[in-house]
């Protein structure tokens, strides 16, 4: 049996979506280690993952809730660069103080979130094989597909192709601090020149929680790039919802996860078009005050609650109001936009049939067993071919030690 250590951001779907793997993995005998700040620990949940605390001087007790809270609602520039910033500081503490942990630790193989280009540059630099896993959408870049921040859809023409050229460029041009972080760590560890996130995938294993039929349409994803759908722990793990049966009246489920989900005048707005419908379950993911929940109920929710089955609920809607499916931009979603869009999409089957067709798609991708079964594979056919390795030499900017103290420094300044 293997011993995988999986590095990824700290946000509670991304941990979800690997606790999902790590589980199945612990079942089959594999050991489970997971490295982060300390305050992640109660994040995953599964009491035989062995957490291994780093960044004590860098990421001290109180930095979660501000690195949480800032990309929840970053605001105007200052705060977008105030989140970028808080990306590259923990990159740049993985990359520190995780490598000399791994060796301690004996790992083999680590699972490496897209989004954290720790995982790539720390796997790469001690010659360890690695996984990527997209928990949010493919980072993977081509000319016709816009970066997953961008609010369009993919290039039809030259045209559309130069527009996601241009958007790239100021993308990386704000991603600078985390570029430079990244740059940095790869010299140190004699990888060769990466700054991007999508520089630090995985040439072993790919895999996307989107499905083909969800995603766009690629036209370069790698042999190894895997959509398995949805990563999830066996439905039996899910609490029974109390919600209506034998309603004959629309019912609407509303979610923004749990980075969006303190927008409380935007629940004002879904709840005030959802009135008519007289039907809403509105999950705030604990973001929300116990006075702010009361308002909502008066407003014109149902029921209010801090999470919903993830699963169940979704299953009991007929619509589900999300951060990802009802295209109309927070700023313009007002009430009577959103009971607009709710009365057509309640009132045209073809929105339920393409529903219905995109999951059936994602029941049919496999889901954690076979991600779990392509993780597996990957580290044995890395083992096969593994070349004579010398470990990575320690990084040349100094000790993790001193590089903590450092990023404190920068971050308190």
């Not at 503490?93 to 989004?115: F, K, N, W």
């Amino acid at each position: 049996m293997a011993h995988f250590t999986i590095i990824a951001p700290p946000f509670t779907s991304h941990v979800r979506a690997l606790v999902a793997l790590a589980g199945d993995l612990l079942d089959k005998g594999h050991r489970i280690s997971w490295v982060h700040q300390a305050e992640v620990q109660p994040l995953p949940g599964d009491r035989r993952i062995e957490f291994r605390a780093v960044g004590a001087l860098s990421h001290p007790a109180g930095s979660l809730a501000r690195t949480v809270a800032r990309a929840a609602r970053p605001g105007g520039p200052l705060g977008l660069h105030r989140v970028i910033a808080d990306v590259a500081a923990s990159s740049d503490m993985l990359c520190c103080e995780a490598p000399a942990l791994l060796r301690a630790l004996g790992t083999d193989a680590v699972i490496a979130d897209q989004t954290e280009a720790a995982g790539g540059l720390v796997a790469s630099g001690l010659g360890l094989p690695f996984m990527s896993v997209a928990c949010a959408l493919p980072v993977n870049r081509e000319p016709r597909l816009p970066l997953p921040v961008m609010p369009w859809t993919c290039a039809v023409d030259a045209r559309g192709e130069q527009l996601n050229e241009g958007s790239a460029r100021v993308h990386d041009w704000l991603m600078r601090p985390h570029a430079r972080v990244t740059a940095r760590h790869a010299r140190a560890f004699g990888i060769g020149a990466r700054s991007t996130l999508a520089d630090c995938l995985s040439p072993r294993a790919q895999i996307s929680q989107a499905t083909a039929s969800f995603d766009f349409p690629r036209i370069r994803r790698p042999a190894h790039f895997h959509a398995v759908g949805p990563l999830r722990p066996p439905l039996q793990h899910e609490p029974a919802p109390d919600l209506p049966v034998n309603d004959a009246r629309p019912f609407v489920f509303a979610s923004l996860g749990t980075l969006q989900s303190g927008r409380f005048g935007l629940f004002k707005r879904i709840a005030r078009a959802c009135r008519a419908l007289d039907v809403l379950l509105l999950a705030h993911c604990d973001r929300l005050s116990a006075a702010q929940a009361k308002a909502l109920r008066h407003t014109g929710a149902t029921w209010v609650t801090g999470f919903a089955p993830q699963r169940a609920a979704p299953a009991r809607a007929d619509v589900v109001i999300s951060h990802a499916g009802l295209r109309l931009q927070p700023a313009l979603a007002s009430a009577a936009r959103l009971e607009k869009s709710l009365h057509r999409l309640l009132g045209e089957p073809a929105f339920a049939e393409r529903a219905r067709l995109l999951g059936a798609d994602a029941a049919a991708s496999g889901g954690v067993p076979r991600a779990v079964g392509l993780i597996e594979a990957a580290l044995v056919n890395a083992a096969r071919c593994a070349p004579p390795f010398v470990p990575a030499k320690e990084p040349a900017y100094g000790s993790s030690t001193a590089a903590a103290a450092q990023a404190a420094r920068r971050q308190h300044a």
